[in-house]
């Protein structure tokens, strides 16, 4: 089994506390190379528990997000010139070339894809034209997954977990987008302090009005780029080198600084969230959850859903009967001694914690 450490980009692999050493939550549900979420593959699941198309296309998977690089890794992916790296060098490249998204501290998607993003409904997976300008279509990969940022690092349609499961590799997003701003951050008061007078490095939280640039995939006006670059215009992939080469020379206790009290927040909730979801054990007391949604196949068997959208367990039909003498009034064991007693049927502490971790039952 691999590290937590070991699913992130290399560059943190002196930056991060021994926390990340242990062993990462093996998703094998989620199989990339064979999308268990594609309508072409044999493992896609239940396509529609709650009514809704969710499988996606082939030719996207889940690559319809646009992710946000940091300067330093940016930097990084720059400064690798193996021959792997050399698709991705060529798009980072032409990304930055193009001046849309472009920033001293960012490399991101341009302004007019995130308003699609928060703006559209169910396109998830499913839309053609919002798909990664990183991804590789011939082979289905990734050409800077090397050098990926927090979401596309902790993202996954299905979890061996299910709900604990999620709430972990969410919460490792969390502190990991809080490393990004910081480290971000340093590299600019190393190189451009200037950047920080007019607050440019503030979080972003909302869509601002899109501009006739935005609306035309066009690059800012000459002048507004030139006053954003300062006397980097034109020299850009030398700032980003630059910025690599300053988070390389932060130590770990220096990034824990950088964190401060907000870090040790999120590692602390972090560190509980990966027992759950490691170490899982079964409530005293559970009741079947009412706002789980239930369908019935063709074949007499139930799916069940809750947790996820792109999830849910599949029971023979008779188990649904089973599931509702969970009322949350009783112990667990008492009512499997019921059942037993009753209906002559036993439900194995395995297959409940199961239904747990997807919130099928859940503590009352």
């Known amino acids: 089994m691999s590290s937590i450490l070991s699913t992130l980009p290399a560059l943190y692999q002196d930056l991060l506390p ?49 992710p946000r690089l940091p300067n330093y890794l940016v930097g990084a992916l720059l400064s690798d010139d193996s021959p792997q790296m050399a698709e991705g060098r060529r798009r980072i490249e032409a990304k930055i070339d193009s001046r849309i998204g472009v920033s001293p501290q960012w490399v991101k998607p341009p302004a007019k894809f995130n308003h699609l993003y928060k703006n559209a409904h169910q396109f998830f997976g499913r839309a053609s034209s919002l798909r990664c300008p990183y991804y590789a279509l011939e082979s289905g990969g990734c050409t800077i997954w090397a050098y990926r940022e927090s979401v596309c690092s902790t993202f996954f349609c299905k979890y061996v ?42 979080a972003e939280v909302a869509t601002g009005p899109l501009s006739v640039e935005d609306l035309d995939d ?23 080198r630059a910025c690599y080469d300053a988070v390389r020379a932060v130590s770990r206790d220096g990034l824990e600084r950088m964190l401060g009290l907000d870090g040790t927040i999120e590692q602390k909730v972090l560190e509980k969230l990966y027992t759950q979801a490691s170490a899982p054990t079964l409530p005293r007391v559970l009741r079947f959850n009412p706002d789980a949604t239930v369908k019935w196949l063709p074949d007499g068997s139930v799916a069940l859903g809750f947790y996820s959208e792109y999830d849910a367990v599949a029971l023979p039909g008779e188990a649904y009967s089973l599931l509702v003498e969970f009322t949350g009034q009783k112990p667990v064991e008492a ?30």
């Open 18 to 66: 021994a926390f990340f050493r242990k062993d990462a939550p093996t998703e094998e549900k989620a199989t990339c190379s064979n999308c268990a979420m594609s309508r072409a593959s044999a493992q896609a699941t239940v396509e529609s528990v709650d009514g809704a198309e969710h499988l996606f296309r082939p030719d996207t998977k889940c690559c319809t997000y646009q």
């Open 161 to 202: 977990a299910g709900r604990d499961g999620q709430r972990f590799w969410m919460s490792l997003k969390t502190y990991l987008t809080l490393a990004e701003f910081q480290l971000s951050r340093h590299a600019l008061l190393q190189l451009m302090p200037e950047f920080f007078l007019d607050g440019r490095d503030k």
């Open 218 to 240: 066009a690059a800012p006006p000459a002048k507004v780029y030139a006053a954003l670059w300062k006397g980097y215009a034109g020299m850009e992939k030398d700032f980003y």
């Open 335 to 364: 009512v499997r001694q019921h059942l037993r007693d009753h209906k002559q049927a036993d439900l194995d502490p395995d297959i409940l914690l199961e239904l747990h971790r997807h919130r099928i039952l859940i503590e009352p």
